[in-house]
């Protein structure tokens, strides 16, 4: 099992950049594919992008390609988004995901952070 915790959310400009961090706990991390989710208020949560264990393979949404770069750290634990160019678009809560990968990159997941608030102005 594995504990995930997102950090890194704020309120930008459009233009900013930020970066979104997930820790995780527990031993397991390296063996589970990650992912990044987001879920604007009153809309459903959609996939952003999501990584496989060795970081061979990156998936992307459309709408964040080229914009945004997820990495992972397999010795620290640690997930991550890079997000340049935002839009306002963009405004949502960030949620950090991982697990077996299921043959779908966009999930299902396992495991599921409590999400960070990224706020993007015009």
């Known amino acids: 099992q594995v504990q995930l915790v997102e950090s890194g959310g704020g309120l930008v400009h459009a233009g900013d950049s930020l970066r979104l961090s997930c820790a995780a706990a527990?031993?397991?991390?390296?063996?589970?594919?990650m992912a990044w989710f987001r879920q604007a208020p009153g809309k459903e949560r959609d996939f952003v992008a999501a990584?496989?264990?060795?970081?061979?393979?990156?998936n992307y949404a459309d709408s964040v390609k080229g914009r945004f770069t997820i990495t992972r750290d397999n010795a620290k634990n640690m997930l991550y988004l890079q997000m340049n160019s935002l839009k306002p678009e963009d405004t949502a809560v960030y949620y950090c995901?991982?697990?077996?990968?299921?043959?779908?990159?966009?999930?299902?997941?396992?495991?599921w952070g409590e999400g960070t608030q990224v706020t993007v102005s015009s």
């Open positions: 995901a991982g697990g077996r990968y299921s043959g779908r990159w966009d999930g299902p997941y396992d495991y």
């Open positions: 527990g031993r397991s991390f390296s063996n589970y594919a």
């Open positions: 990584i496989s264990t060795r970081s061979y393979t990156i």
